[in-house]
């Protein structure tokens, strides 16, 4: 790899090392760093997206009781979310990379649908349908973001989904007398609109 770099570099003048690219990539990787996740989501993220972080917060915290952990939990989702739309709007995928991301988004979708099915048609919830499709999920990303990120945002991953993944979550929040009816009903909201915004394209 290092001849390869060193090759590079003589052909070009010597500059292969600087690329405007990655430095900016670099730079909003650090900014994000030290921003507060709040302030994140605000720069980052459209408002549907940071309305649908905040209710996952909300249930997330009552169900486990834990303010900490449930704050944990969302960090980390969110700088998922963040850092894969900054590697994107660089053109850091490959076009493979981006086959497999909107895949993910076709299989986002497709779990989308199910969870507003699930609470608004009585007697349909399926936990271990859940259980796969979030594990489906979780793999997809981790593909995706391989090569880019670093193991640090692959624990991330699979802190989120280990969370929400969780069959006992789930039973929880999809029983119909569920204490979290009304904060699921918000996210039902926020699911319907982000169908209606996000269009995986066309191949």
């Known amino acids: 790899m290092s001849q390869i770099r060193t090759q590079a570099m003589a052909e070009s003048g010597g500059d292969a090392g600087f690329n405007s690219k990655n430095v900016a990539l ?6 994000l760093s030290r921003m507060s996740t709040r302030k994140v989501a605000k720069s980052f993220m459209d408002d549907t997206t940071a309305d649908l972080m905040d209710n996952l917060y909300r249930i997330a915290r009552n169900h486990c009781g834990n303010k900490r952990e449930a704050e944990k939990v969302m960090k980390d989702a969110v700088k998922i979310v963040v850092k894969i739309g900054i590697l994107f709007r660089n053109e850091q995928f490959s076009a493979d990379e981006l086959r497999l991301a909107n895949d993910f988004v076709r299989k986002f979708r497709s779990l989308a649908m199910t ?3 699930f609470y608004e048609v009585e007697f349909t919830y399926d936990k271990m349908f859940l259980v796969r499709t979030l594990s489906e999920c979780r793999e997809m990303l981790h593909r995706l ?3 880019h990120l670093t193991e640090k945002s692959h624990g991330r991953i699979d802190h989120v989904f280990n969370f929400f993944g969780d069959g006992a979550f789930l039973d929880a929040v999809f029983q119909r007398e569920s204490p979290h009816r009304k904060q699921l009903g918000l996210i039902v ?3 319907h609109t982000l169908m209606d915004e996000v269009e995986p394209a066309q191949t």
């Open 145 to 147: 973001i391989q090569g």
């Open 115 to 117: 969870v507003v099915s």
């Open 189 to 191: 909201k926020n699911l």
């Open 26 to 31: 670099r730079a909003q990787k650090k900014v």
